[in-house]
């Protein structure tokens, strides 16, 4: 049996958990969701949409904000009474996070941010290391197998719907595993589209040359329903915040469309957009590597290009 930890934030799906059931499904033994808290009990359904037989409702009065130790504890009591060969999770922050502290609580093997998984003793993974520039496959001994699914690495299919059957469980937390939790949100501005689920997204780099140039590339992320992106100098120059940062140690994206304006295209940033259906390039470099990468290209300054694309659309929707 394999045992998958469903990703949500006080209810609200997240969808990188739907390929991780995808991926989970199709290793050939029974797939048990886990929801953790009781405003994920309404995800039982989506779950068994994506494969899961069986659904674990971990309900507990202090489970309604994410606690990363709390939510392993759930992880282990379950790998106690269930002994699956294998737990999967998201290789997203928070599926890393939890799955980190399974293994060093049960000191378990962990593999995070797999592309391939071959179940059996030893279990082997396949990663995407070095900024995606080689493949590594790795081998696993252990009872039980913990192990992270990359984001975008398999696409989200539903399998043939059926009624889960629900089992509820309240497990044993003390203080000790709620050190780290929630103390309090910033959300974002009203309105605003988040990074990750953006279907436009017009990302700025170096080139733009400052804090205030970014004021067109919003524009054109606003007119286009879209999100603004930026690189790892931009954030590092604190012209945005990180929380816009794309790449492998930022957000990785899956638009329909990728407008990159004065990027150069570093690896690092390309492992976070390489998830976009199309990328347009506006650089002044015809050699910069998102070029290479981009399915279209305007070569040209963005501060002349940028306006005249924004007028463009304004045409359009009048
Ligand atoms: C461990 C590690 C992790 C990293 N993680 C990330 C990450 O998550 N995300 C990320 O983005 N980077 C990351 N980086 C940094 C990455 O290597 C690059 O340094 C960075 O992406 C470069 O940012 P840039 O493209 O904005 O700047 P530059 O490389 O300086 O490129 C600027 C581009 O703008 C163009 N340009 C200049 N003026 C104009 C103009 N007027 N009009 C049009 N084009 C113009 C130039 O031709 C050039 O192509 C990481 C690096 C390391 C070592």
Redesign the pocket.
């Known amino acids: 049996m394999i045992i998958a930890l469903i990703e949500h934030d006080r209810g609200k799906l997240n969808e990188s958990s739907l390929e991780m059931l995808t991926l989970g499904r199709g290793l050939g033994l029974p797939l048990h969701a886990v929801l953790i808290g009781e405003a994920a009990r309404p995800l039982a359904d989506r779950a068994a949409a994506f494969g899961a037989a069986t659904v674990h409702v971990v309900q507990h009065e202090r489970l309604a904000e994410y606690a990363p130790e709390a939510w392993a504890q759930c992880v282990v009591e379950l790998i106690e009474s269930l002994k699956p060969e294998a737990v999967l999770a998201s290789g997203t922050d928070r599926g890393n996070e939890v799955m980190a502290h399974v293994a060093a609580q049960t000191r378990l093997p962990m593999a995070a941010n797999c592309i391939e998984i071959k179940l059996g003793n030893p279990c082997v993974v396949t990663r995407a290391r070095w ?1 995606g520039s080689l493949l590594e496959e790795a081998r696993l001994n252990g009872s039980t197998h913990l192990l992270t699914v990359a984001p975008l690495a398999v696409e989200a299919v539903e399998s043939p719907a059926r009624s889960p059957t629900i089992n509820t469980v309240t497990p044993t937390l003390d203080d000790k595993v709620f050190r780290v939790r929630v103390s309090g949100r910033v959300e974002a501005g009203a309105g605003k589209i988040s990074l990750a689920e953006a279907r436009v997204v017009v990302g ?6 400052s804090a205030e140039g970014f004021k067109p590339l919003e524009e054109l992320a606003e007119l286009m329903g879209g999100a603004v992106g ?7 120059l604190g012209w945005r915040p990180h929380a816009e ?7 990785r994206i899956a638009p329909d469309l990728y407008i ?10 390309l ?2 957009a390489r998830g976009s259906k199309h990328i347009l390039a ?4 015809a050699d ?4 290479a990468a981009a399915d279209y290209a305007i070569i ?6 940028i306006p005249a694309l924004c007028a463009e659309v304004k045409k359009a929707m009048a």
């Open positions: 900024g700025g780099g170096r080139g733009v040359g930026c690189s790892r100098a931009v954030t590092s940062q794309v790449g492998q140690t930022g957000t990159a304006c004065g990027v150069s295209g570093a690896t690092q940033h492992i976070g506006i650089n002044t470099d910069a590597p998102i070029v040209g300054d963005l501060h002349e290009v």
